[in-house]
């Protein structure tokens, strides 16, 4: 089941369950004195609670798009470095430069290639990406400067490897979702309050409120898949791509991650 299909059905769910509670209400008989009148301490309770859950949804949302965000920024630098990595090689004597970017072009068609797939469905990097990424760090750091313009060289590439390696390890560290279960346990609780106090404001089978009772569950129902859908930064509908790897190495020709 794709994404948006799941959507779409959590949304009709979400509609379903109101028209049910509805007309299962409907059926039951309200006394005169309560069928127009609510308890003002009811709407009390019902504003704040959505307020306060409306702040919850906000900061879940901005927290999963934050993280996204993050994500997509090591990628970002991790491609840069790398890219930099093999152009200041330009310094190296043949044999050592083409040594050097044998060493990003495999690391980088490996992660593109194999490890991409494996972080989506594991959550993790792998250590085979480890093995070819600490074979590029010692090639560099174990030659000696030969000349004085290696010498210069020398702790720019490696600081470029440095900042590579570290945005590997947040790639790593973000893969996966990142939203605790006890957070979902309390969107996903709170929508089920949120939603139900509709019901204690008395609502009836009028074409208005049944609409608006409506909108407002497909509207929970909407937030809490874009928290979901973003949650894991690497997978689902709108995640991170490999696109900087591929717009920074194309005579690599890498296909999609």
């Not at 959590?10 to 127009?36: F, G, T, Y």
């Not at 605790?180 to 929508?191: N, R, Y």
């Not at 409120?209 to 689902?236: G, K, M, Q, Y």
Request: net charge negative.
């Amino acid at each position: 089941m794709s994404e948006w299909v799941a959507l779409i059905v959590a949304m009709a769910s979400a509609c379903a369950v109101v028209v049910a509670v509805v007309v299962l209400r409907k059926r039951r008989p309200i006394p005169a004195e309560s069928a127009d009148e609510t308890p003002d301490v009811i709407e009390y309770i019902t504003m704040m609670i959505g307020v306060v859950y409306a702040i919850v949804l906000g900061l879940a949302i901005a927290g999963v798009w934050d993280a996204r965000s993050s994500a997509q920024d090591d990628l970002f630098h991790e491609a840069q470095s790398l890219r930099e990595v093999s152009d200041r090689a330009v310094i190296y004597p043949a044999e050592f430069r083409d040594q050097v970017r044998a060493d990003v072009d495999a690391y980088v068609s490996y992660v593109v290639n194999t490890e991409w797939s494996y972080m989506q469905k594991t959550g993790g990097i792998t250590g085979k990406g480890d093995e070819l990424f600490q074979k590029l760090q010692n090639d560099v750091a174990t030659r000696s400067p030969a000349s004085d313009l290696e010498s210069q060289g020398y702790q720019p590439i490696m600081d470029r490897i440095s900042q590579a390696s570290e945005s590997r390890n947040a790639r790593g560290q973000n893969a996966g979702p990142t939203m605790p279960g006890v957070v979902w346990l309390g969107l996903i609780g709170g929508a089920v309050v949120t939603v139900g106090m509709l019901f204690a404001l008395q609502i009836r089978r009028t074409p208005r409120e049944l609409i608006l009772a409506l909108c407002f569950s497909v509207l929970i129902a909407f937030l809490l898949f874009i928290i979901w859908d973003f949650d894991n930064p690497f997978s689902r509908s709108v995640s991170v791509t490999t696109q900087p790897f591929q717009d920074l190495f194309p005579s690599l020709n890498l296909g999609d991650g």
